[in-house]
């Protein structure tokens, strides 16, 4: 943070974190547009405080959160942050900093996202719309987010997708497709860190191959791959090593369970990941 008032200009360290960890994450500053129609930071009207909205990164799950930040103390504090106990629910809009009005967007594992107005203090949002489940013959695929470990300890995640008819106390095999995209880390704690939400909806799209899991198949979307390369060690010099450890940790992980027959397991990805 640079004040111009002073002379020389005087600066001052507001977060000091390393990039790749999520979970230090402070939130982007909020900005609304003046007289000349450019973006600028939203002040509060006494003009001694600036706004924070953050996406909540914790292992449990994303939890979006709104901060105030006081300009004197350069402190934070929290406003409202979402429970993240059975929903994922995200900030869409501020309509009324003041009074702690939001618009936010509500989804679970089995319901499509609806608006809400939120009232910070308030016991529940008002619902402001009501968009039916959009993909009726999906409804009852069974959705997880499990966490496993890679052989060297690295802390994985991916989200399994089961046939709605499927039994899982049956000890039937399934034959599994995997879908996967590596990503290039410089520190394993970073690697290991959760980045999604395990309540958010399924959205079917052209490329996605959750659609299989209506023809038996169970689906491992998401599977994290992390390519890690600490120190001077580049990401790619170990390359192939971590690829195969990464999805042999998810084969075992999802056999584990007793719901796949690892000699019946497909792999897919793009670019990076084909």
Same mark, same amino acid.
């Given at each position: 943070? #640079?004040? #111009?008032?002073?002379?020389?200009?005087?600066?001052?360290?507001? $977060?000091?974190?390393?990039?790749?960890?999520?979970?230090?994450?402070? !939130?982007?500053?909020?900005?609304?547009?003046?007289?000349?129609?450019?973006?600028?930071?939203?002040?509060?009207?006494?003009?001694?405080?600036?706004?924070?909205?953050?996406?909540?990164?914790?292992?449990? @799950? /994303?939890? %979006?959160?709104?901060?105030?930040?006081?300009?004197?103390?350069?402190?934070?504090?929290?406003?409202?942050?979402?429970?993240?106990? =059975?929903?994922?629910?995200? +900030?869409?809009?501020?309509?009324?900093?003041?009074?702690? #009005?939001?618009? *936010?967007?509500?989804?679970?594992?089995?319901? /499509?996202?609806?608006?809400?107005?939120? &009232?910070?203090? $308030?016991?529940?949002?008002?619902?402001? *719309? /009501?968009?039916?489940? %959009?993909?009726?013959?999906?409804?009852?695929?069974?959705?997880?987010?499990?966490?496993?470990?890679?052989?060297?300890?690295?802390?994985?995640?991916?989200?399994?997708?089961? %046939?709605?008819?499927?039994?899982?106390?049956?000890?039937?095999?399934?034959?599994? +497709?995997?879908?996967?995209?590596?990503?290039?880390?410089?520190?394993?704690?970073?690697?290991?860190?959760?980045?999604? =939400? %395990?309540?958010?909806? &399924?959205?079917?799209?052209?490329?996605?191959?959750?659609?299989?899991?209506?023809? !038996?198949?169970? +689906?491992?979307?998401?599977?994290?791959?992390?390519?890690?390369?600490?120190? &001077?060690?580049?990401? /790619?010099?170990?390359? +192939?090593?971590?690829?195969?450890?990464?999805?042999?940790? $998810?084969?075992?992980?999802?056999?584990?369970? @007793?719901? #796949?027959?690892?000699?019946?397991?497909?792999?897919?990805?793009?670019?990076? !990941?084909?």
């Amino acid at each position: 943070m #640079i004040d #111009i008032t002073t002379k020389p200009f005087k600066s001052t360290l507001i $977060a000091d974190r390393n990039t790749e960890d999520l979970y230090t994450e402070p !939130g982007d500053f909020q900005s609304v547009k003046n007289a000349m129609n450019q973006y600028v930071l939203k002040f509060s009207k006494n003009g001694k405080k600036l706004y924070l909205v953050g996406e909540g990164y914790s292992p449990e @799950g /994303n939890k %979006p959160f709104l901060d105030e930040f006081d300009l004197a103390t350069k402190k934070t504090k929290r406003l409202w942050q979402a429970d993240g106990i =059975s929903t994922y629910e995200q +900030i869409i809009d501020v309509i009324d900093y003041e009074k702690g #009005i939001l618009l *936010t967007a509500i989804e679970s594992k089995t319901e /499509n996202m609806n608006y809400y107005i939120r &009232t910070i203090g $308030a016991k529940a949002p008002v619902k402001i *719309t /009501n968009f039916p489940h %959009p993909y009726e013959s999906f409804k009852n695929v069974y959705k997880e987010k499990i966490r496993y470990k890679r052989e060297d300890g690295v802390e994985l995640s991916a989200t399994l997708y089961l %046939p709605a008819d499927y039994d899982r106390k049956s000890g039937k095999k399934l034959p599994m +497709i995997m879908w996967a995209y590596p990503k290039e880390f410089k520190s394993a704690s970073a690697a290991g860190q959760v980045s999604t =939400s %395990p309540h958010e909806f &399924t959205y079917l799209s052209y490329g996605t191959p959750i659609y299989w899991a209506a023809a !038996g198949y169970a +689906i491992l979307d998401d599977a994290d791959f992390p390519i890690i390369g600490e120190g &001077t060690t580049e990401p /790619n010099d170990l390359f +192939i090593k971590q690829l195969v450890a990464n999805a042999k940790a $998810a084969i075992d992980a999802v056999d584990a369970l @007793g719901y #796949i027959d690892r000699t019946k397991v497909g792999v897919g990805g793009h670019s990076y !990941g084909a």
